[in-house]
C-alpha cells in the first residue's frame, strides 16, 4: 500500500479565466478501486492527465507510485494484436496475457489477427489485458465502456472487480457498482472522497443536499425575522434616545440618565440581534455549493395521426452477400419506448438506417407512416464544428430553447462563447441531445445517446422521458437507463 497526497492543487488553462481546480487537498489509497464521478466539463481527464505529469499546477501531488493510462493509443492499426501488446508492454510474458484475455473472454485466435479486425469491444478488452500486465502501476482508467454493450460491461464490471489499485472514470452506474469501492467525486465547489459503491454515494448526497435545502430554507427565514427585530429594535432606540431632552413646552425635566440607560440597552439588543443575523448570513453561505442543477427538461413531440408508426415483419438486411440481421419483426406504437439491444454486430444500426430513410437493401416487409418526421441523434459527434448558434440555425431549432436546455444540462455561459469542436465528448453529445428535444418529431430515434455523458444529465434525460413519455427507439448501453427507461425490449 502507498498514498498519493494531493495538496492545495490550482490549475488552469492557458487564456482560462476560471481554475479547473483550486486548493484541493485529498489522499488516495494505491489499494483502492476508485470510482471517479463528476459532471461533463469538470476535469476528470485533466485531473488523470495532472497525474501523468503532463500539465504544470501549482500545489503538490506526491506519491512514489508510477501511473498507466487506458486508453492506449494504437497508432498501426494494421498490426498484428499481439504486436500491438507488445508496443505497450514489451517484456509481457504470453502465459500472462492469456491469463488476462481468459478473464475477459477474448479468444486466443485474436492475438494473430489485425488489431483493426478486432470489434470495438475486443479491442477494449486486449487493452484492458495488457493493462493489467503492468505490475506495480496505479491504473487510470478513462470510460472503458463506451464501446461496450451490456454483456461486456458485466463481464468487464466483474473483472475489474477481482482488481485492485485503479481510479475508473465511467458514467454508467450499475457498472461502477459492480467494480469501486470507494468514490471520488467532483463537486461544484470542492473534491471529496467516500467509502462505498455509486449508490452508497448518490444516496449520501441526496440526504446532504435534502438536510442543506432544508436549512437554507430555515435559515432564510430566520434572517427575514431577525433583519426585522434588529430595525425595530433600533427604531425603539432612536426614538427613547429623543425623549432625552422632553417634550418642548411640557415643563417636564426628564431623567436623563435612565434615558441614555434605556436607549443604550435597546442598542445593545440591536446589536445582538444584527450579529445574530450576520451569523445566519454565514451559515447560509456555506450551503448548496454542492447541489447540481438538475432542473427538469421539457419535451414537445408532435402526436401521429395513427397509433402505428413503423412495422417490421420478418426483415432480413444485407451488405451486399453479408447479412446484418435476419427475420426482424416489431412495431413501433404510439407512446412505446423501445429499447433496441443486442451483441455489438446484431445488426442494431442497421435497423435504425432502414427505419430512417437510408438505401438499404433488404427482403419482408417494411411499413413507414407516410409524412412522419424522425429527429435523430446519431453516435458520431466528430462532425460537430462551428458556433452553437450555427448548430441552431442550420439545423432549424429555436436557439433559445436549445440554448436554455444546454444551461440545465451544466452547459456555463462561457461555453457558449466556445467552437462545438473544442467541447468535450459529453458536451458533444449533449448538442446532439438538446438538438433533438427542440427539434417537431413524431418520433425519436437515439443511437447510443448517453456515450461520455454525466450521471446528473442521464438522471435529468431519464425524468424527461418518464414525464412526456415519448414514443422513442433507442440503443443505450447502460443497464439502469434500459431499465427504467423502456416500455418494450427488443432483442436482435
Known amino acids: 500500500m502507498s498514498l498519493i497526497n494531493v495538496t492545495n492543487l490550482t490549475f488552469s488553462y492557458d487564456g482560462s479565466y476560471d ?10 489509497d494505491t489499494d483502492w478501486k476508485l470510482g471517479f464521478t463528476g459532471r461533463n466539463g469538470r476535469g476528470k481527464t485533466t485531473f488523470l492527465n495532472l497525474l501523468l505529469g503532463k500539465y504544470e499546477y501549482r500545489g503538490t501531488i506526491s506519491s512514489n507510485t508510477c501511473f498507466e493510462y487506458f486508453p492506449f493509443e494504437v497508432e498501426d492499426k494494421e498490426i498484428i494484436t499481439s504486436d500491438a501488446v507488445n508496443k505497450i508492454f514489451p517484456e509481457y510474458l504470453e502465459w500472462k496475457l492469456m491469463r488476462e484475455l481468459s478473464l475477459l473472454e477474448v479468444s486466443e485466435d485474436a492475438l494473430y489477427r489485425p488489431f483493426k479486425s478486432l470489434s470495438d469491444g475486443e479491442q477494449t478488452k486486449v487493452l484492458l489485458a495488457a ?3 503492468k505490475e506495480n502501476s496505479f491504473l487510470l482508467i478513462d470510460e472503458p ?4 454493450d451490456i454483456n461486456a460491461r458485466k463481464l468487464v464490471s466483474k473483472y475489474l472487480n477481482s482488481k485492485s489499485g485503479f481510479i475508473l472514470v465511467s458514467h454508467d452506474r450499475a457498472f461502477l457498482d459492480n467494480c469501486v469501492d ?20 448518490w444516496e449520501n448526497k441526496k440526504r446532504q443536499d435534502s438536510f ?63 450579529d445574530r443575523q450576520q451569523k445566519a448570513i454565514y451559515e447560509k453561505s456555506k450551503l448548496l455549493k454542492n447541489i447540481e442543477d438538475s432542473d427538469s427538461l421539457k419535451l414537445c413531440q408532435l402526436a401521429y395521426h395513427k397509433s402505428r408508426l413503423v412495422e417490421l415483419e420478418n426483415v432480413s438486411v444485407f451488405y451486399g452477400s453479408k447479412i446484418a440481421c435476419k427475420d426482424i419483426s416489431f412495431t413501433i406504437e404510439r407512446g412505446d419506448r423501445i429499447a433496441l439491444t443486442g451483441k455489438n454486430g446484431s445488426g442494431k444500426s442497421s435497423i435504425i438506417k432502414l427505419i430512417l430513410g437510408e438505401d438499404m437493401d433488404y427482403t419482408g416487409t417494411f411499413r413507414k407512416g407516410s409524412r412522419l418526421k424522425i429527429s435523430y441523434v446519431s453516435q458520431d459527434t466528430s462532425y460537430l464544428q462551428g458556433s452553437l448558434t450555427d448548430y441552431a440555425l442550420n439545423n432549424d431549432i429555436d436557439e433559445s430553447l436549445f440554448k436554455a436546455i444546454l444551461r440545465k444540462l451544466d452547459f456555463s455561459r462561457a461555453q457558449f462563447e466556445k467552437d462545438i469542436s473544442d467541447f468535450s465528448g459529453g458536451q458533444k453529445k449533449k448538442v446532439l441531445i438538446a438538438g433533438s428535444l427542440c427539434e417537431k418529431a413524431h418520433l425519436h430515434i437515439w443511437d ?32 439502469e437507463f434500459c431499465k427504467n427507461i423502456a416500455t418494450k425490449n427488443f432483442e436482435l
Open 448 to 479: 447510443e445517446p448517453l456515450n461520455f455523458i454525466d450521471v446528473i444529465s442521464r438522471m435529468q434525460i431519464e425524468e424527461l422521458l418518464l414525464e412526456y413519455s415519448p414514443t422513442i427507439l433507442f440503443v443505450e448501453h447502460d443497464s
Open 131 to 133: 493493462l493489467f500486465l
Open 212 to 274: 442543506e435545502l432544508s436549512e437554507n430554507e430555515k435559515l432564510k427565514k430566520d434572517i427575514s425575522r431577525l433583519s426585522e427585530a434588529a430595525k425595530q429594535a433600533s427604531d425603539w432606540s432612536d426614538k427613547v434616545e429623543k425623549t432625552k431632552n422632553g417634550t418642548r413646552n411640557s415643563g417636564l425635566r426628564p431623567d436623563r440618565g435612565y434615558i441614555g440607560h434605556k436607549a443604550a440597552k435597546m442598542m445593545k439588543r440591536s446589536k445582538s440581534i444584527e
Open 145 to 148: 465502456t463506451n464501446h461496450l
Open 182 to 201: 470507494h468514490i471520488l467525486s467532483i463537486n461544484r465547489s470542492n473534491i471529496e472522497i467516500q467509502k462505498g459503491s455509486f449508490s452508497s454515494w
Open 19 to 28: 481554475n479547473i481546480f483550486e486548493n484541493v487537498s485529498f489522499q488516495i
